[in-house]
């Protein structure tokens, strides 16, 4: 991030504190509003993960410390003054203390599909054991594989009758599950849409 050094000379940090805007890097959502000093900069930059200055507690404070929800910085704005910055981060679970993926609101629906796939990865980075999603995921990538096929099946069953919701409900299960399975393997909605939107503009780029 040889970048965010050579962007740290730019930077006013005369009154001590500046504040830091977070924004979802895959959605564009604003998640939170912390402060940094200079130390705190220094740390998020060199780890590649958010750390604040903590007002309250008069310490550094890296954000998932102990709920591990961290913020992977992706990049980092400068406003045009230098005393205020825009971190587009990836989370790894909910940002706010209730919860929820952004300290304003309840969950935007819009983007529902994306806080669930951070619901998905924090429990399963926090182990708790009393989750379905972290039950599974203990049992390994063939469990799983095997879990979204039961699904599909089933699906594909309901699709041939005229049961509405039960037919939603099977796709549900199968969107879960799936949702699982990119994660076990490393990858996140993000990179299927990515894969979408590229074949969109090479049939676009075609016709």
């Not at 977070?22 to 930059?45: C, F, H, P, R, W």
């Not at 699906?155 to 199968?174: G, P, Q, T, Y």
Request: glycine letters at 4%.
């Amino acid at each position: 991030m040889k970048k965010e050094y050579f962007q740290q000379k730019m930077i006013n940090f005369k009154k001590g504190l500046i504040p830091v805007i977070i924004q979802d890097a895959k959605t564009d959502k604003i998640l939170m509003l912390g402060y940094m000093n200079q130390e705190a900069y220094q740390k998020s930059v060199h780890e590649k993960k958010v750390t604040f200055y903590s007002r309250s507690k008069k310490r550094l404070w890296t954000k998932g410390e102990v709920s591990r929800n961290y913020l992977f910085i992706k990049d980092l704005l400068i406003d045009c003054d230098g005393d205020t910055l825009l971190i587009k981060a990836v989370p790894t679970g909910p940002i706010c203390h209730k919860g929820t993926d952004t300290c304003w609101k309840e969950v935007n629906k819009k983007n529902f599909l994306f806080y669930l796939e951070d619901l998905i990865s924090s429990r399963i980075n926090q182990q708790k054991k009393n989750s379905y999603i972290y039950q599974l995921s203990k049992k390994g990538i063939n469990k799983i594989s095997q879990k979204l096929g039961e699904e599909a099946v089933e699906l594909v069953i309901e699709s041939k009758d005229n049961n509405r919701n039960l037919f939603l409900n099977e796709s549900a299960d199968l969107l879960f599950h799936y949702l699982i399975l990119l994660h076990e393997k490393g990858f996140s909605i993000q990179d299927v849409i990515n894969i979408l939107e590229n074949r969109h503009i090479d049939n676009q780029n075609s016709d």
